[in-house]
Structure formats: structure tokens, C-alpha cells
């Protein structure tokens, strides 16, 4: 049984470039959580999806960031313009189900460098 | 809204030793969980340990244990014998059953065993 996977694992981006991280969800899970590490920071949460939904996004910048999790394919977050601030470690976790008693597990993250 | 509070940004151990690892949380939802997750050097999140506000026994989960005092809004994790693989950073998070449905993660401590 496949983990939750994130592809790129490393995404290298130029300021003004836009960058798109993939996240597929364990199978059978269809609660996707979006969060950020910056250096030598704990996680904080950006969004959380369902399928075709988007449930809370609280956590994610207004402007140039946007996130989806169509009916087919992986989840998709999306930051336009990337400037050298969004430099961080993105994750993605998937649940069965939204209570707090639902352990999330996590993908392997995605490292976004923006020179 | 959860808060978690971590105030070890480091801890060394001798190898086979215990260690405890301190966490504070303050939420004021009746209900909620809190976890654990081990984040070695290679960067991804590994699943330690989850406790559920109700459940009365500590939990347990080979070489950690979950140290709950739901009075003091305490949550620390012991590592007993521990090992050279042990070194890593090691976050404190919480979940509510009401509000956010996402995890809210503590700062981290680095926890270094040394041979």
C-alpha cells in the first residue's frame, strides 16, 4: 500500500516563476492537508481539501497561492510570482476521515528554492 | 484556536539512556488529540504516538510512551534505551474536534544521542 507521494521532491524556481507541487493521497483517503516548513520552523497548516472542495484555507496566503484537489488526479498547490519568502519545505498529509482521532500521514515533502 | 509549546529547542541524551521531551498545549475544545512525529535529517515526517483526550491510559508504542496529564496540559514523549537513530527533531502536535481540522504543531527539539 503506497504512502501519500509529492512529486517534485526538490522544485528550483526563479523569482516571478510560478511553481505547482503535486501530492497524491494514500489510497482510499480523500482528506488532503497542505502544510509549510520554513528552515529551522515547525509545521504550519495552509489548506485543507476534500475531494473537489475546498474545506479551510485559513492558513494560505491570500494572493498567489491557490490549491485543488480535483475528482481525478493528485492534489495540486499552486504558488504564482514565487518570491525568495516562499523558500520552504511544502508536505502534504492525507487522512481517512476529519476527526481528531484520524492519525495524518505524511508525504516526503517538497523543497522549493526560489534564487 | 490550539497552541503547543515546546521550550527544548535542544536535548542531548547518552545512548541507552532515557529522555523526556517536554510539551504544553492549550486549546479550549473538550475533545482533541495529540501527536508526535519524528523528522530525521533526511526531512520527511514520521508518526510517533497519538493520545486521545479521553483515553485514561498513557499510550505506548514500543520504545515511546506518551506522558499525558491532562490537568497540567501536558504531553511529553519518553524515549527510553534510546538510540543513535533517535537523533532528530522531534515535533509536538494537537488536533480539536471543533474549528480548524488540521494539525497545530509545536517548534521542535533537536534531540542529539550521543555513543
Known amino acids: 500500500n503506497a504512502g501519500v507521494m509529492q512529486n517534485p521532491r526538490h522544485l528550483v524556481r526563479r523569482r516571478g516563476q510560478e511553481a505547482r507541487l503535486r501530492c497524491s493521497p494514500m489510497k482510499g483517503h480523500s482528506h488532503v492537508y497542505w502544510y509549510r516548513q520554513l528552515p529551522e520552523e515547525g509545521l504550519k497548516f495552509m489548506v485543507y481539501?476534500?475531494?473537489?472542495?475546498?474545506?479551510?484555507e485559513s492558513g494560505m496566503p491570500k494572493e498567489r497561492f491557490s490549491a485543488e484537489f480535483p475528482k481525478e488526479g493528485p492534489s495540486i498547490l499552486r504558488i504564482q510570482q514565487v518570491v525568495r519568502g516562499d523558500s520552504a519545505a511544502y508536505f502534504c498529509?492525507?487522512?481517512?476521515?476529519?476527526?481528531?482521532?484520524?492519525?495524518?500521514?505524511f508525504g516526503p515533502g517538497t523543497r522549493l528554492t526560489v534564487l | 484556536a490550539q497552541k503547543i509549546t515546546q521550550t527544548q529547542p535542544g536535548m542531548f541524551v547518552q545512548e541507552k539512556e532515557a529522555v523526556t521531551l517536554d510539551c504544553t498545549y492549550d486549546?479550549?475544545?473538550?475533545?482533541?488529540?495529540l501527536f508526535w512525529y519524528k523528522q530525521p535529517s533526511s526531512g520527511e515526517m514520521i508518526f510517533l504516538i497519538y493520545q486521545g483526550s479521553y483515553d485514561e491510559q498513557n499510550a505506548t508504542e514500543g520504545r515511546y510512551s506518551l506522558n499525558f496529564q491532562k490537568a497540567r496540559k501536558s504531553a511529553n514523549l519518553v524515549i527510553s534505551a534510546s538510540q543513535l537513530g533517535d537523533s532528530a527533531m522531534y515535533f509536538c502536535a494537537m488536533m480539536g474536534d471543533t474549528g480548524r481540522r488540521a494539525l497545530t504543531f509545536g517548534s521542535g527539539t533537536r534531540l542529539q544521542v550521543q555513543p
Open positions: 486549546t479550549s475544545d473538550q475533545s482533541y488529540g
Open positions: 481539501l476534500q475531494k473537489e472542495n475546498i474545506i479551510d
Open positions: 498529509a492525507s487522512s481517512p476521515g476529519q476527526g481528531y482521532y484520524n492519525e495524518q500521514f
